[in-house]
């Protein structure tokens, strides 16, 4: 009953966040540091206020961090994608990493196809992404049009994303103990990947607003 509890308590903050907070320019710049910069991936039909928190906690760890996108991306995977790579060539620094909530994920399998991002992203952490489709994936029917080829569970866009073992390799793909949004777990692992864990969160969005999450995540950065 606490965690069901505690999954509500983190939807209900997510829904306010995503829809009753204010972006203001200051949420767009970010620290001065050596540290290789952060770039923070929101999933589907969310935007840069859902990462505001995680964002916040990096840099107090003086980690550099843009967010991306700036609003809820309601476009078509590949559209998100051409728009991460020209945001990621514009960061000035030669490496970056990047941590990307569920579809966020996929965006950026997408985007790694292109040779010059793959060259500048360092790592890839991925949290609760259904990097081979999700059973909810196949079935979200108002998605025909836009993404249901790169939710469906083993579409063949899903496939071919996966194909290439040296992307693979820069993914750490994490997934939360119990999701309820992304499921099977295996959906949310990857052959090849440089790590596929699980992390003692329950819920989908607790994956990017519990402080437990935001230590597995910090763990993993490089500096």
């Given at each position: ?9 983190q ?37 840069g206020?859902?990462?505001l ?33 020209k ?36 790592q ?13 994936g196949?079935?979200?029917?108002l ?19 996966n ?48 402080k ?12």
């Amino acid at each position: 009953m606490r965690k069901i509890l505690a999954i509500w308590r983190q939807r209900i903050r997510f829904f306010r966040l995503e829809h009753f907070t204010r972006l203001h320019e200051k949420d767009f710049t970010t620290i001065q540091s050596k540290k290789t910069p952060v770039v923070l991936v929101a999933g589907i039909y969310a935007g840069g206020r859902s990462l505001l928190p995680l964002k916040k906690f990096l840099e107090s760890q003086n980690y550099p961090v843009y967010l991306a996108p700036e609003k809820q991306n309601y476009e078509v995977v590949s559209i998100l994608a051409k728009r991460l790579e020209k945001q990621i060539q514009n960061i000035p620094a030669p490496k970056v990493q990047i941590v990307a909530h569920s579809m966020g994920g996929i965006t950026v399998l997408q985007a790694l196809q292109n040779p010059k991002t793959f060259a500048k992203v360092k790592q890839v952490i991925t949290l609760g992404s259904p990097l081979n489709g999700c059973l909810l994936g196949s079935l979200a029917f108002l998605e025909q049009r836009r993404n249901q080829k790169y939710l469906a569970l083993n579409s063949r866009v899903i496939e071919k994303l996966n194909l290439n073992p040296k992307i693979n390799r820069k993914i750490r793909a994490l997934h939360a103990y119990f999701d309820g949004i992304v499921f099977p777990k295996k959906s949310t692992q990857l052959a090849c990947a440089k790590e596929n864990s699980e992390i003692p969160i329950y819920g989908h969005v607790g994956l990017i607003l519990a402080k437990k999450s935001w230590q597995e995540i910090l763990k993993r950065l490089v500096k």
